[in-house]
Every structure is written in C-alpha cells, then in structure tokens.
C-alpha cells in the first residue's frame, strides 16, 4: 500500500516543512492547499517566515527558548508595525547630547 506525502498527519507535515528554509516554505504554501493551510496553521513556520520577512536572524540562547513562540510572534509584530508607523523613540544618548549641544545664540563674534 502506497500513502501519498498528501495524506501525512498535519503536524508531520509541518515538522518536515520547518526543516526547509523560508523560501522553499514560501513555494509549497503555494503548492496547494494542504501545504497553505499547514503553513497558516503552524505558529513555529509562521514565526519563521516572520524572522524572514523582517530580516531577522534566529537564534537559539537559552534565554529565547524559555519565551513562547506566540510571545515572539507578538513581538515581531509590534516591531513591524512600529517600524511602519511615526513612532520615534530617543535614546537617553540622543536627548542628552541634545540638551547640551543647544547653546543659546551668542552675539559676540
């Protein structure tokens, strides 16, 4: 009896797509059905092509493991949208060297 790659339980096909890199997840999410419906459904692919599509680099310290995936999908997110909006943030740097460098006009050149 031959069993088709199609009829795997979901998770191992997410499991195998996870192993490939996010382009080659790209294309078989364009594939059919089945593998769009995996990718949409897996937090772990999804935070994946999100560390892509930002132009992230993953890593794999201690500290990040002991953080959920769905905490750092929010993260990364909030970033992107931040990155989109007019937000500004100073850094203490900035506004101290912004404070000390606005001298009042001097009249005596």
Known sequence: MVVGFLS???ELICHILI???S???NRCAMTCN???TAV???VNIQYKLEIYAQGL???KTDTMNSIS???KMHSLKKLAYLWRSDFHANTIFETVVT???SFPYQSNL
């Open 40 to 42: 949409w459904n897996s």
């Open 23 to 25: 382009r080659d997840i």
């Open 8 to 10: 795997l339980p979901t």
């Open 34 to 36: 089945t593998f769009r």
């Open 57 to 59: 680099i993953s890593t």
């Open 19 to 21: 192993l490939l890199n």
């Open 69 to 71: 995936i769905s905490r």
């Open 99 to 101: 404070a000390t460098m």
